[in-house]
């Protein structure tokens, strides 16, 4: 079963401060789709070090929303990448299509 | 303690922010989302502490420790462990925080931040010899370039620019005259003139009021011209 993004960690962090939840949430909806944006250009263009540095700071956010397992996909995945491999593209993928949605929705 | 955060991610710097602003020891004084543009900062301002992150492109964390002469103490904020050994050689690093960054974890590395201030700030009022520092980092056009000091010939004010001549190169560097002769040694370099800093131990002859250094003639006020015939070895 997919893992669902949540808010747990940003709870915690608030403590409470539902002004800060508020405007953490807007950061991450404006900067997130950036970055999915500069992964895709740089998967055209098939810049593996670049794909790379994008996993890597997508992953925070993967991080940031609780996907656990979505998170050592992200790893796998910038891993392979070195070695010039897409084998977890799609699982990496529809995780990206689960945060937008999420951030989107909340 | 005071602190300044670099990052080139948004939503970390807002995060590491938030924990600043829920720890009552330790106060923000910028954030910043490139390692350059922090540099300026510190070489303007002090500052205790640095929440930096290591992956950052063009210019990374460890760049960034390695182009400071006396770095304050920094906690590095990464995603990636595998840092960790290296984090560890470097002996400002105080901590080491993986991402995200929980209240819990970061009070822990700002009590044991706060621990060694003491020590820094020792390091900080023992100035550094000036025979020690023998290079400058200059920006220039985005990079952070080495000058030997004891190869500058001379530096002149242009407008918002200072021009840096050393015995092979020339450099342009948006700085001002004041900025870079508090860098310098004191003990070779002088302001000979509003326009000019040179190095005193560069010069080939003095004529009147006018120094000789390669094949620049340097004006002299003549207000500074006793205190360089001081300085200088005359029988």
């Known amino acids: 079963m997919n893992e669902i993004p949540n808010l747990t960690y940003i709870t915690k962090l608030s403590n409470g401060n539902k002004s800060f939840e508020k405007s953490l949430l807007n950061i991450i909806k404006k900067e997130l789709p950036r970055e999915v944006e500069a992964y895709q250009l740089h998967l055209h263009d098939g810049d593996f070090i670049k794909i790379a540095e994008d996993v890597h700071k997508i992953n925070h956010k993967i991080k940031i929303l609780g996907l656990e397992k979505g998170c050592k996909i992200a790893e796998k995945y910038r891993m392979g990448l070195s070695e010039k491999s897409l084998k977890l593209k799609t699982d990496f993928e529809g995780i990206l299509t689960s945060m937008l949605l999420f951030i989107e929705r909340v | 303690m005071n602190c300044i955060v670099i990052d080139d991610e948004d939503t970390a710097r807002a995060i590491v922010g938030h924990l600043v602003d829920n720890h009552p020891n330790i106060e923000l004084l910028d954030s910043f989302n490139s390692a350059i543009n922090a540099i300026k900062y510190l070489n303007e301002h002090s500052v205790d502490l640095v929440f930096l992150d290591i992956h950052m492109p063009m210019f990374t964390g460890f760049d960034f420790i ?7 103490k920094i906690i590095l904020t990464t995603s990636d462990k595998n840092f960790a050994l290296e984090a560890f050689e470097y002996e400002c690093i105080v901590d080491y925080f993986m991402k995200p960054i929980t209240q819990q974890r970061f009070d822990k590395g700002v009590e044991k931040a706060i621990a060694t201030q003491k020590d820094t700030a020792a390091t900080f009022d023992s100035p550094v010899p000036d025979e020690a520092i023998d290079d400058l980092y200059v920006n220039i056009d985005r990079r952070l370039v080495k000058i030997d000091i004891p190869s500058i010939n001379l530096v002149q004010a242009k407008g918002d620019y200072i021009f840096l001549k050393t015995a092979d190169k020339n450099y342009m560097v ?3 005259l004041k900025k870079i ?5 004191q003990d070779a370099f002088l302001k000979v003139h509003r326009s000019y800093v040179i190095n005193t131990r560069k010069i080939i002859d003095i004529e009147d ?3 000789l250094i390669g094949k620049d003639v340097i004006p002299v006020s003549r207000s500074n011209r006793a205190e360089l015939l001081r300085r200088l070895h005359c029988l």
Do not use: A, G, Q
């Not at chain 2, 182009?67 to 304050?72: G, Q």
């Not at chain 2, 002769?181 to 040694?185: A, C, G, Q, V």
């Open chain 2, 209 to 211: 009021n006018s120094v």
């Open chain 2, 66 to 72: 390695r182009t400071i002469k006396n770095p304050p």
């Open chain 2, 174 to 176: 948006h700085s001002t």
């Open chain 2, 181 to 185: 002769e508090d860098k310098l040694p």
